[in-house]
């Protein structure tokens, strides 16, 4: 079985090396290997390119106003009380990450087919970065960036309509944030990505979900897709939508707002 990159009592000791390339069987073979042609998560050394050329963008103030916690300073010796923990988002990043993914849509079923690449709702990094088209940069860039752990879920509706979820944690909320760019940023190229701007997520501050062109070629039906790229703090997610029918925008941005709301 594929090591994982962490498994959900302890650390890892360290990386892992890359696991052999697997490929996909049974009734989803043709969308996933045309999905891969099209570029599940590719063209991300194209997105990374695109963000080594440009210039540096200025960091904010370390000191403003309105952020300090507690609003006014307290008596010495007094501690501010801790957030609960329906306000501390750490607390829940901190346990079974598998638990946080959206519970499965109504009228969908879990797709084992897709779910063998996930080990117990687990995807180690070896696997996740085997769904980019460098995969090697990608492998470093991760284990460089400290990904911490991914957890993963795929469901099916209908007779080829495939949904996969990934949440991939890292050890810091900056990573998580560079990550998702690093995917956003290449969306908008025709070759690589949707070919389009893609459509805000509201309240996911820099978030966004596309709908691409459907992929056509002679002898094989024809593949569309969506995706949704946000990060809420430590987490970066990655949805992604297939069938060989058209994919409304409607149907990718329900599944990442229910993603967003669990976050």
């Known amino acids: 079985m594929t090591p994982l990159l962490e498994a959900p009592a302890e650390e890892p000791s360290g990386p892992r090396p890359v696991a052999a390339k697997r490929r996909p069987r049974g009734r989803t073979t043709l969308i996933i290997a045309a999905a891969v042609v099209l570029g599940i998560a590719a063209g991300t050394a194209v997105g990374y390119g695109v963000q080594a050329r440009r210039e540096p963008t200025p960091l904010t103030a370390l000191s403003q106003p309105g952020l300090a ?6 008596p010495a010796g007094q501690a501010p009380a801790p957030l609960p923990a329906s306000q501390d988002r750490r607390v829940r990043t901190d ?3 598998r638990k946080l993914i959206a519970p499965r ?8 087919e897709l779910d063998m690449f996930a080990q117990d709702g687990w995807m180690g990094v070896e696997d996740y970065a085997l769904d980019f088209e460098d995969e090697d940069f990608m492998y470093t860039n991760l284990l460089e960036s400290d990904i911490r752990r991914v957890a993963a879920k795929a469901w099916k509706k209908g007779r080829y309509r495939t949904a996969a979820v990934w949440l991939v944690q890292f050890r810091s909320g900056a990573a998580a944030a560079e990550h998702a760019e690093g995917q956003r940023a290449y969306m908008p190229d025709s070759d690589h990505g949707a070919g389009n701007e893609g459509s805000a997520l509201k309240g996911s501050g820099t978030g966004r979900y596309y709908v691409f062109p459907a992929e056509r070629k002679a002898g094989y039906m024809p593949l569309h897709h969506a995706r949704a790229v946000f990060h809420r703090g430590d987490v970066m997610v990655d949805i992604n939508i297939y069938d060989t029918e058209s994919i409304s925008k409607k149907d990718i941005r329900t599944l990442a707002e229910r993603q967003l709301e669990r976050l």
């Open 105 to 112: 849509p109504a009228g969908w079923e879990d797709d084992k």
């Open 95 to 97: 346990g079974d990450l």
């Open 69 to 74: 916690y507690p609003a006014k300073a307290l």
